[in-house]
């Protein structure tokens, strides 16, 4: 396991300068940066090959995240729309491809967040997801890149609320590069346990995001960590685990998490820093007490 964090927990826009931050995660003890595909997309050539060297030099795997909006809706009925969208998600991988990174995750399957204020079909959208999930899919092969599909809660998208839909979805989808990205923060809202859900995605599962049910750091709440290590490492999960905490309001992150109150506490930036690096050692401890034990049972025996 490889443990990472999203640059927003610093951020209060998605298109940020993530140079920076591959010092910074590095510094604190990360070995993975997640960035948003929103800003890889809207890198020039040079951009990209220079975040690359930067992830580089501090020895860092670089993950990308994205929703995709609206215009964009993979999922959509009209085709245009959906034509659109997986040509954005091309695009996207095209960029992805120079910076070198070889995941992408979120909600590239439809949009986000959905808008409930218009009627929908979900066979229907089921339908049209799958199909555009494998065309882009098997562009994204040639590189090698793997498409991490986020199961969210039913307030963000109606399609994957919980393990078991997903499973069922990608198993349709039946192509290798096609994962699932669980969710703490989802999970919480959708399912019955952690351990179920993490065993039922099984080698399904290709991603996993990180945070307490307020969005906080894992360990400033009541998520079942060590339940959670238990589960990853009975299913020889060997992926990235990203944080993803919003502490924050304001800006178009804090719009579309809904962050209306601070949750940090007031922290500087000094505090998100020492916050963070302190949950990353609590996540370690929760997660190798887990592996310890596997260790010495094998041992036993
Ligand atoms: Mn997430």
Redesign the pocket.
Known sequence: MRFGTYFAYWENEWDADYLQYCKKVSALGFDVLEVSGAGIYSMNEEELKELRREAERYGLKLTACIGLTKDNDVSSEDEKVRANGTAFVKRLLDHMHIAGIDRLSGITYSYWPFDYSQKFDKPVMRAYAIQSVREMADYAAQYDIILNL?VVNRFEHPLLNCAAEAVGFVEEVDRPNVKILL?T?HMNIEEDTFRDAILCAGPHLGHV?IGEANRKVPGKGHIAWDEIGEALRRIGYDECVVM?PFVKEGGKVGLDIRVWRDLSDDADEAKLDSDIADSLVFVKKSFWRQIRIINVRKHLL
């Open positions: 986020e969710d923060f995001h993803e």
